[in-house]
């Protein structure tokens, strides 16, 4: 299916606007960033429409894109279908609250390694995807993006605080759920 | 202390990796929405092009595969739209296009084939109406007797009964034999209409260097009064021309009396129009004298027939005792060729006469805005405001030469179609009419208005040059007709009603 370019040659071909590549380019790192959306959306179809709208903008700004070596036009691909993700979030008001869970946070169940190898991958997303809105950016951004709290307080306008206790959150839902799913298994 | 327990994210790490690592499995109409949002928003190219550079370097097996590939890749849709497009271009439109280009042809062709209406054919044309009012009597004239190498016929026409009293002719080399000249009495001949004084005067003339001294004694109007008394000499002079037409005097002495001897030769000139062998001689303000000469048939005996007029023309200054004349003319309307006339800067000016004025018309300029709607990617209209100045040099009959200025706004409406689209030009054909009106327009200091509504049909190839997305400039390459507008207004367009122009404005669309 894929075709023997490498990213470098692909871009300079969808640059010239070539369809061929261009598919090429959808083909290759579509999936990837579809995981992406449905990681923030929450839902495969959203998802599936923010990946056609980021990836119109990704081909219009494709020019600012800069070489730097593999892997660099994946991770770039990605920081721009996150953008979309965290814009689309703002418009569509998922805003995080700004409230800090006070509830106390019972640690229940703290997943190993080698439950989540057991877990298929789309379970995991499904889990992901089944946090609640504002749990979820959060846990994405901290997990997936990387990002540190302060980093996340401050592209979401949030307190740092709330981000991490919101992450917190997420992560004991996602812990639960993968308790449940290993319960269930044996 | 709630948080405490966030550094086992062992488990985090490996969730990351498992998601990352395995991609969503895209949806199998994914690409196609995709490709067709894409098309739609113009990211994809024409789709027809395939690449082949970059994958050269690749290995042949690569390139099948590829090719296996683009068979996949023409998306149905995408497909058919393109099939479409060319199949309409191949279709109808072309039809349109070729037909609008045949258009554009046919007008040049017969814009090339049109009679030029120049000065000098005006005149010609002029003397020959004359010559057919005269016909008879030219007739007889060319049938005299091959005895004499060379005759000069005399014709002099006026609507108003002429009395010449005495014309004299001499034929010599020099002027001292003006004494042995012979001379002519033309009886006169009256008529409402057309009084016509044709005598051939019987001439020799052996050399070339010869000249021809004609002496007009006196020529003048018999106002009906066959007394005599009211009888106003016009004109006394002489003509001296000589067999070599096209060396026609130019600087004629003429003498001319009216009643109180003023001297007029200041104002007489001859001009020689060599392709006819006619020349007309300004006598006065009032009457033109044309000399035509006509070879006749037998031309071994270098025999040539001329023909002099008189015409009178009904242009009267108002001063001096030429007035009461030019109000008898003038209100005499069977005087008059066509009773038209009008009067300008206290002169009766004949404007549509047998004695055509002569216009002189310079090319109208014509520039614009316009602005253009599309109703198809493939069609669009046009309109806009044109502006057009008409300039034309009228020269009266009695010579004197105004300049007729017209300004006319005109708006057209205009289909278009493109036949060719690129994004920074566009290659186009369009029909269509326009409306116009005069908004101002003088001639010499008078004022010149119009009310009729000027309508006109065009056809163009256009070619225009995209400088912003919705700004570009054309030029337009046009044949328009103008239809009559049944106004007295000559104008350019009224004696070219087929014309070919060039176009040249800015467009904006939206």
């Known amino acids: 299916m894929s075709i023997n370019l490498d990213d470098k040659e692909l871009i300079k071909l969808c640059l010239s606007k070539e369809k061929y590549a261009i598919k090429e380019l959808y083909m290759r790192y579509g999936g990837y960033l579809l995981t992406v959306c449905i990681r923030y959306m929450g839902n495969r179809q959203e998802a599936e429409d923010l990946l056609q709208d980021s990836f119109l903008k990704i081909l219009n700004s494709l020019d600012k894109f800069t070489w730097k070596g593999g892997g660099s036009l994946k991770a770039w691909l990605t920081k721009c279908v996150c953008n979309e993700c965290l814009q689309q ?98 | 202390m709630k948080y405490k327990d966030t550094n086992n994210t062992d488990w985090l790490n490996k969730l990351r990796e498992r998601v990352d690592e395995n991609p969503s499995q895209l ?166 209409d057309l009084i016509l004084f044709c005598s051939p005067l019987n001439l020799k003339l052996n050399d070339s260097n010869e000249f021809l001294d004609i002496r007009i004694k006196r ?150 805005i316009s602005i253009s709607k599309g109703l198809t990617p493939k069609y669009f209209i046009s309109s806009g405001i044109f502006y057009s100045f008409l300039s034309s040099e009228v020269r009266f009959s009695n010579e004197s030469i105004l300049t007729q200025k017209l300004n006319y706004i005109t708006i057209p409406l205009i289909l278009n179609y493109k036949f060719i689209m690129r994004s920074n030009y566009t290659l186009y054909v369009g029909a269509g009419g326009g409306i116009g009106k005069c908004i101002y327009g003088k001639l010499g200091d008078e004022k010149l208005t119009n009310n009729k509504l000027q309508f006109s049909l065009s056809a163009h190839l256009g070619f225009q040059l995209n400088i912003f997305h919705n700004f570009g400039i054309y030029i337009e390459p046009k044949v328009a007709y103008y239809f009559d507008d049944h106004s007295d207004i000559t104008s350019y367009w009224k004696e070219n009603k087929l014309s070919f122009n060039f176009q040249l404005g800015f467009r904006f669309r939206y």
């Open chain 2, 219 to 368: 020529l003048s109007f018999n106002e009906g009064n066959p007394q005599g008394e009211t009888n106003k000499s016009l004109y006394n002079g002489n003509i001296k021309f000589s067999k070599e037409t096209n060396k026609s005097l130019s600087n004629e002495e003429l003498k001319s009396s009216k009643g109180k001897n003023k001297s007029l030769s200041n104002k007489n000139t001859i001009d020689s129009k060599e392709k006819n062998k006619s020349f007309s001689v300004k006598i006065d303000d009032d009457y033109i004298v044309y000399l035509n000469s006509k070879k006749s048939k037998n031309s071994q005996n270098r025999r040539s027939n001329w023909a002099m007029s008189v015409s009178g023309s009904p242009i009267i200054s108002n001063s001096s005792n030429m007035s009461n004349v030019s109000y008898d003319i003038a209100s005499d309307p069977s005087f008059l060729y066509s009773k038209e006339f009008k009067i300008v800067n206290n002169k009766v000016l004949r404007l549509n006469s047998v004695t055509k004025n002569t216009y002189k018309h310079k090319k109208p300029l014509n520039f614009g």
């Open chain 2, 27 to 192: 949806s199998s109409d994914s690409w196609s929405k995709m490709e067709q949002k894409l098309s739609e928003h113009g990211v994809l190219g024409d789709g027809s092009k395939v690449i082949v550079e970059g994958i050269s370097k690749k290995s042949v097996q690569d390139i099948s595969k590829e090719s296996k590939n683009l068979k996949e890749i023409k998306h149905p849709i995408l497909l058919n739209k393109h099939n479409k497009t060319n199949a309409t271009i191949k279709g109808d439109h072309k039809y349109i296009a070729i037909a609008a280009i045949c258009i554009l042809i046919l007008g040049i062709y017969l814009l090339l084939k049109m009679p030029n209406f120049s000065d000098k054919t005006l005149l010609n044309n002029e003397i020959e109406n004359y010559s057919n009012i005269l016909s008879p009597k030219l007739k007889q004239i060319n049938t005299i007797p091959q005895d004499f190498s060379n005759y000069i016929n005399l014709i002099i026409s006026s609507k108003k009964p002429l009395n010449i009293s005495a014309i004299k002719y001499s034929k010599d080399n020099a002027s001292e034999n003006i004494s042995s000249s012979n001379e002519l009495i033309i009886n006169t001949i009256s008529s409402k």
């Open chain 1, 89 to 186: 979030i703002r418009k569509k008001k998922l805003v995080i609250t700004n409230k800090d869970i006070n509830e106390y946070i019972d640690i229940v169940y703290e997943p190993n390694v080698e439950d989540i190898i057991q877990i298929p991958y789309s379970t995991l997303l499904q889990y992901i995807a089944e946090l609640p809105d504002g749990y979820r950016n959060i846990f994405n951004m901290f997990v997936f993006e990387k990002m540190t709290h302060r980093e996340i307080s401050k592209k979401l306008n949030i307190k740092e605080k709330t981000s991490s206790s919101q992450f917190y959150r997420a992560r004991q839902l996602l812990a639960e759920k993968i308790k449940k799913y290993m319960n269930r298994q044996f």
